[in-house]
C-alpha cells in the first residue's frame, strides 16, 4: 500500500509539471517517512543525498558539457557537415546522407542530443532546402541524426545511467561505439530506401575533385584530435572516463580559442550554461537517489524479481515485453526521467535474466532515440521546428521511417548483444 500511495503521489507531481526533481525528492521523502518516520527520514536525508553529490564520477558530467559547448563555439559542426557533403554530395540525397555522418561526428565530440539537432538544424537543414531536397526527408533525418550524440560517447545519457546503476562509465561509453556506428548506418540505408522509392525527393549534387576532398579533410582534424583525446585515452586506458572529461573540456577549449571564435563573452557563456545545465542534472540525481533508497527498502524490485522469475516465459520475451514499455515511457515521458524512474527497480530484474548491464544501458539508451523524435514529447522534432519553423506535422512524418529502422536496430542488439559488449571486453 504504501508503494501504491507513493507512485500516485509521484504521478500527481508529474502530472501538474512540478520538477522531475522535486516530484522524486517529495514522493522518495514521503515514502521513507511512512516506513520509518520523522527521525528515520531526517537521518538518511542528512546523509545519502550529500554522499551523492560527492561522488567523482559526476564531474565526468559538466566537464563533458562544457565541452560541447566550447565545440559549439569551434563551428566544427559546420566543418564536420562541410567536409562530408564533399565526399558523399555527388550521391543522390547526399547532403542527407552527410547530415547522419556529421550527426555521428558531432555526436562523438558533444553527448547532448538537442544540442546536435540545434546545430543540424541550422547548418544541413538550410543547405538541404536550398538544394530543393524534400522538406519531409530533410526534416526527419536531422531530428534522427541528431539522437546519435546520446549513444556514441562521450553520452551524457550513458554516463547517467553508470552514475545510477554503478557500472563502470568507461565500459558504457566504449560499448556505445559499435551501436552508434549501427545507427548512423541505419539512418543512410534509411535514406536510401527513401529514395529508391520517391528519387524526386532529393537531387543529385555535384562531384568534387580528389583535390578538394582530401583539402577538406583538413577540417576535420580537430574533431580527430577531441575524439582521440577523449575516446581514445578511455579505450586505451590511459585515463579514467572523469579524466577524460576535462581533458575533453580543456582540448575542446584549445579548439575554439584555435579557431578565433572564442570570446570572453562567449566563455563566460559556456560556463553559466555548463553550469545551468549541471545543476539541473545534479538535483535529479538527487532526487532519484531519495526516490530509489525508499524503493530498496520498499523492497519492491525484490518482490518485482520474483513475479517475473514466476513467470511462464523465456527470458528474452520478457526482454522484449520491458523494452516495449520503455518504447511506451518513451512517447510521453523526457529521457533522464525515465533513466532516473525505472533503471532502479528494472535493473535488477534485467540482471537476474542473464543479461549484462552494460548492455542493458546501451539498449535503453537506443530505445530512448526513439522517444526523442515520436509524438507528443519528440524533443528533437521541437527542436529542429523552431530552428527551421517547418510544421510539426511535416517533421513528424518524415522521421517515421527512421523510427521503424531504429526498431529493426533494437531487434539487431536484442538479438547480438556481443555488438554492445565485445569492444568493452578487449579494454
Known amino acids: 500500500m504504501t508503494v501504491l500511495i507513493v507512485l500516485l503521489i509521484l504521478t500527481f507531481f508529474l502530472v501538474v509539471g512540478l520538477p522531475v526533481a522535486l516530484s522524486m525528492a517529495i514522493s522518495g521523502a514521503s515514502g521513507l517517512y511512512m516506513l520509518g518516520g520523522m527521525q528515520f527520514l531526517t537521518g538518511i536525508l542528512r546523509t545519502s543525498p550529500l554522499s551523492t553529490a560527492n561522488s567523482y564520477e559526476i564531474i565526468t558530467i559538466p566537464m563533458f558539457i562544457l565541452m560541447a559547448e566550447f565545440v559549439i563555439i569551434s563551428g566544427v559542426a559546420n566543418d564536420l557537415f562541410r567536409s562530408a557533403s564533399i565526399w558523399v554530395g555527388r550521391l543522390r540525397g547526399g547532403l542527407a546522407i552527410a547530415t547522419a555522418f556529421a550527426g555521428a561526428g558531432f555526436g562523438a565530440i558533444s553527448g547532448s542530443s538537442t544540442a ?22 530533410a526534416g526527419g533525418v536531422v531530428a534522427i541524426s541528431g539522437t546519435l550524440a546520446m549513444l556514441i560517447p562521450p553520452s551524457i545519457a550513458l554516463i547517467l545511467y553508470g552514475i545510477i546503476a554503478d557500472v563502470a562509465i568507461g565500459d558504457l561509453l566504449i560499448g556505445g561505439v559499435i551501436p552508434g556506428l549501427i545507427v548512423t548506418l541505419a539512418i543512410v540505408l534509411t535514406v536510401v530506401v527513401i529514395l529508391q522509392i520517391d528519387p524526386s525527393a532529393a537531387p543529385t549534387g555535384r562531384a568534387y575533385p580528389m583535390r578538394e576532398k582530401l583539402a577538406s579533410l583538413q577540417k576535420v ?8 583525446a577523449v575516446s581514445g585515452s578511455i579505450y586505451s586506458g590511459l585515463a579514467t572516463p572523469t579524466e577524460a572529461a576535462g581533458l575533453g573540456a580543456f582540448v575542446a577549449m584549445l579548439i575554439a580559442l584555435w579557431s578565433r571564435k572564442l570570446t570572453v563573452a562567449g566563455f563566460w557563456h559556456a560556463l553559466r550554461s555548463t553550469a545551468q545545465t549541471s545543476c539541473m542534472i545534479l ?74 548491464p552494460v548492455w542493458f544501458g546501451v539498449m535503453v539508451v537506443v530505445t530512448a532515440e526513439v522517444g526523442m523524435v515520436t509524438p507528443p514529447m519528440g524533443m528533437n522534432v521541437f527542436v529542429v521546428a523552431r530552428y527551421t519553423r517547418r510544421p510539426l506535422g511535416e517533421l513528424f512524418r518524415g522521421v517515421m521511417p527512421h523510427v521503424f529502422a531504429h526498431l529493426i536496430v533494437i531487434a539487431l542488439l536484442l538479438a547480438f548483444p556481443a555488438l554492445v559488449l565485445w569492444l568493452p571486453s578487449t579494454m
Do not use: C
Not at 116 to 137: F, H, I, N, Q, V
Not at 306 to 324: C, F, N, R
Open 116 to 137: 546536435a539537432a540545434a546545430t543540424l538544424a541550422s547548418t544541413s537543414m538550410p543547405a538541404m532546402l536550398r538544394e530543393g531536397y524534400d522538406p519531409k526527408l
Open 221 to 228: 582534424g580537430p574533431m580527430l584530435v577531441l575524439l582521440m
Open 283 to 356: 538535483f535529479i540525481i538527487l532526487g532519484a537517489h531519495v526516490f530509489g533508497y525508499f524503493l530498496t527498502l520498499s523492497r519492491v524490485t525484490n518482490d518485482l524479481s520474483a513475479w517475473i522469475g514466476a513467470l511462464q516465459m523465456s527470458a528474452t520475451m520478457i526482454m522484449v515485453i520491458i523494452l516495449i514499455g520503455y518504447l511506451i515511457l518513451g512517447f510521453f515521458m523526457d529521457q533522464i526521467a525515465i533513466l532516473i524512474l525505472t533503471v532502479p527497480v528494472m535493473l535488477p530484474v534485467v540482471m537476474q535474466l542473464g543479461y549484462d
